[in-house]
């Protein structure tokens, strides 16, 4: 029960972080790249202490840092940025469909030939994302939005890739954040221009709470997951996001949205399994 709740926690501030950041932008509160930059730095301010805490060893230069640096900060500029048109539902769905698919077809040009199951599967889930990106999705479907969203979801894959088989995610992922904020800032701060104390605390709770401590959380569950039930489980994160958008935060759920939802989910279900079924019987 204990694993169940720890689980159910994560994958509740995984879909936090759309709703804070749609929250936080759309209202004008804080401007997206002033949100990404404080998001980072709270980020890394809780990961590190947590690392500190745990007596753990911050290697800040070996040699998969730069490219989780700026894999990272192409998602977090992408993120914000897309949350200024788009609703946190659609643009949590199309993350994390962008997200799958790109990990499935970097796992199938690196020689890992995939079975008739996985492309049905991807298949499905590539029509889903395009009902989600079809323009004129119940008037959410706005193109730049959406792409800004494609660009974290790709940034988003470079990093998880960048970082499959760290002896330590958490100082790892302590180590990327550092780098990011000043790789970040280099990029982004010349288009900061406002932040009220409202969109301040959001950006604080988003990446000290919800990004740093839900990461964190994570790394604590995710050995005590069987892998196809870790895949599966975040399957849970574009229908937290779509659930809070729409009781939280008043947004619409379109015909549209909701078949693109099923089929996004559910063709990432199959190939996912599909993809987990072998390793599980060794």
């Known amino acids: 029960m204990r694993i169940v709740l720890l689980t159910s926690f994560t994958m509740i501030a995984f879909a936090a ?44 230069f070996a040699p998969a840092r730069f490219l989780g640096a700026a894999s990272l900060a192409a998602y977090m500029a992408g993120f914000s940025l897309a949350y200024l048109t788009l609703d946190a539902g659609l643009g949590a769905l199309i993350l994390f469909g962008v997200v799958q698919m790109s990990m499935f077809a970097q796992g199938a040009v690196t020689g890992k030939r995939p079975t008739t199951r996985q492309l049905a599967g991807a298949a499905l889930a590539f029509t889903g994302l395009l009902f989600a990106l079809w323009p004129g999705n119940g008037g959410q479907s706005d193109p730049v939005g959406a792409g800004f969203m494609v660009l974290a979801g ?33 990029l982004i701060a010349g288009f900061v221009t406002h932040a009220s104390l409202m969109g301040v605390g959001l950006a604080i709770v988003c990446g000290g709470i919800t990004s740093g401590l839900g990461y964190a959380l994570w790394y604590r569950v995710l050995p005590r997951l069987q892998g196809n039930v870790a895949a599966v489980v975040q399957l849970s994160v574009p229908l937290i996001a779509l659930l809070g958008g729409g009781l939280l935060l008043g947004e619409t759920w379109t015909p549209m949205l909701l078949v693109a939802t099923v089929l996004v989910i559910t063709g990432i279900a199959v190939a996912v399994i599909s993809r987990s079924v072998p390793a599980d019987r060794k």
């Open 17 to 60: 972080n759309s709703l804070l950041t749609r929250l936080a932008v759309e209202t004008g509160s804080i401007d997206p790249n002033s949100f990404a930059l404080i998001r980072v730095l709270s980020g890394a301010v809780v990961l590190a202490s947590i690392l500190f805490l745990r007596g753990g060893k911050l290697q800040l």
């Open 154 to 186: 790709l940034g988003w894959a470079a990093y998880t890739i960048s970082g499959r088989g760290t002896a330590d995610p958490l100082a790892a992922t302590t180590a990327n954040f550092i780098l990011c904020l000043p790789l970040l800032t280099v």
